[in-house]
Nanobody, 119 residues
Framework: QVQLVESGGGLVQAGGSLRLSCTASGTIFIFSINAMGWYRQAPGKQRELVAAIGRGGSTNYADNVKDRFTISRPNQNTVYLQMNSLTPDDTAVYYC????????????WGQGTQVTVSS
């Protein structure tokens, strides 16, 4: 089975930064999954795509984060999300994900990591 493990969440003041990390393992992932990304879900809201990146470097960002967040993929099994200028609206559980393309990055999920931004 594919496994995705996130880390890097925590409590930060408004205006601060965090970097989330995700590592993937599993033979199925290595040979069949092209894209990785990050979703988030805030209390009372639906889960939303934050950013995604493909093997060739193609990226997809939500409009409300593209000027502040950066997704990177130094190798095929690792993805980072650098989050700058954080606001309380960014408070959510962040989930690492994987799929066949940046438009379909929801086949596999990590366990989630909590990000809390204080005022």
């Amino acid at each position: 089975q594919v496994q995705l493990v996130e880390s890097g969440g925590g409590l930060v003041q408004a205006g601060g930064s965090l970097r989330l990390s995700c590592t993937a393992s599993g033979t199925i992932f290595i040979f069949s999954i092209n894209a990785m990304g990050w979703y988030r879900q805030a209390p009372g809201k639906q889960r939303e795509l934050v950013a995604a990146i493909g093997r060739g470097g193609s990226t997809n960002y939500a409009d409300n984060v593209k000027d502040r967040f950066t997704i990177s993929r130094p190798n095929q099994n690792t993805v980072y999300l650098q989050m700058n200028s954080l606001t309380p609206d960014d408070t959510a559980v962040y989930y690492c994900s994987a799929g066949p393309s940046t438009g379909r990055v929801s086949n596999y999920w990590g366990q989630g990591t909590q990000v809390t931004v204080s005022s």
